[in-house]
């Protein structure tokens, strides 16, 4: 018994760099995304969400997390991160967005611009029905934006995104990987945010709206009026992988205050871009008017 349940814990411990951002992390990206949204992007999300969901995007922006292990979907489990070759600390579209089979497009940015299309597409050609399935598109799209935003879903292909450094998180033995997508958030909400996590939300709103109001307008931009622009996002990603998450955290260390106070900074204002920008996208993908360059 307690060898298997080593055993599972080796596994878990070895799981590729799927899963993103945890729960918490996708919930605060896409509930920050829709205090940003226009009217017609409330109104078209509100039309894609299933019934149940009362236009509430946020509680299902984990959705596809969940169907990893939906055979059905198991094709979409390689478009949640984009690993780079060890140590470059760059991010190239055309060298490092594929699968294992160098199948291209095959990646978190590729997947961004899909289904950026997709939506869009149905917008702009209103007259036929389309042909995709446009809330899984709203639902990927939504999830990926918070996944290119987690740095190690930009790390290095070597380590599988930091998911085979194993390294304990205060006295808890994990991996480098699922200290940034779940246990920097989840130490925060311990000990400044009373275990709440809309608390938490609502002091990354308030830096929105207070000291990082100045960079909002730079964060939604893209260059050449594209609707979205992942590249841009996956290079900040591996950037901050190898200044932050990546530094003084080799395999058998121990993280503790020093490197949970320095890189909390890092993983809210991540939330807060990935966020903003998920709002900016909707918004630019349900804008009424013609005229949007494609992404
Ligand atoms: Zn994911």
């Not at 042909?131 to 930009?154: C, I, M, R, W």
Request: hydrophobic share 40%; proline share 3%; aromatic share 10%.
């Amino acid at each position: 018994m307690v060898r298997n349940i080593g055993r599972l814990l080796v596994l878990l411990l070895l799981m590729p760099a799927v899963l993103g951002w945890g729960r918490e992390g996708h919930y605060a990206t896409c509930k920050i995304a829709e205090g940003y949204l226009s009217k017609d992007a409330v109104a078209a999300v509100k039309e894609l969400l299933p019934e149940s969901a009362d236009g509430n995007l946020a509680s299902l922006c984990s959705w596809p997390d969940d169907m990893r292990t939906n055979p059905q979907y198991r094709w979409a489990i390689i478009l949640h991160f984009a690993d780079t070759p060890d140590y470059k600390c760059n991010y190239d579209y055309c060298r490092d967005c594929h699968d294992s089979n160098g199948n291209k497009d095959a990646c978190v940015t590729g997947a961004i611009y899909n289904y950026t299309t997709q939506l869009r597409s149905a917008i702009v050609d209103t007259k036929s029905k389309s042909k995709y399935n446009l809330t899984e598109a709203l639902l990927f799209l939504s999830h990926f934006l918070g996944d290119v935003h987690q740095p190690l879903h930009e790390g290095f292909v070597g380590d599988r995104g930091g998911n085979s450094i194993i390294l304990r998180w205060y006295a808890e033995q994990t991996n480098l990987h699922f200290v940034w997508d779940n246990k920097i958030i989840e130490s925060a909400m311990e000990k400044f945010y009373s275990n709440n996590l809309e608390v938490m939300i609502q002091a990354i709103q308030r830096n929105i709206t207070d000291i990082w109001s100045d960079d909002k307008t730079y964060w939604e931009h893209c260059a050449h009026n594209y609707i979205a622009c992942p590249n841009r996002y996956a290079s900040e990603s591996i950037k901050l992988a190898c200044k932050y998450a990546y530094k003084n955290a080799t395999p058998g260390s121990t993280l503790g205050d020093d490197y949970f106070l320095s890189r909390l900074p890092i993983v809210e204002k991540r939330l807060a871009q990935g966020g903003v920008r998920l709002a900016a996208i909707l918004n630019r993908i349900f804008a009424p008017q013609i005229g949007i360059a494609q992404a």
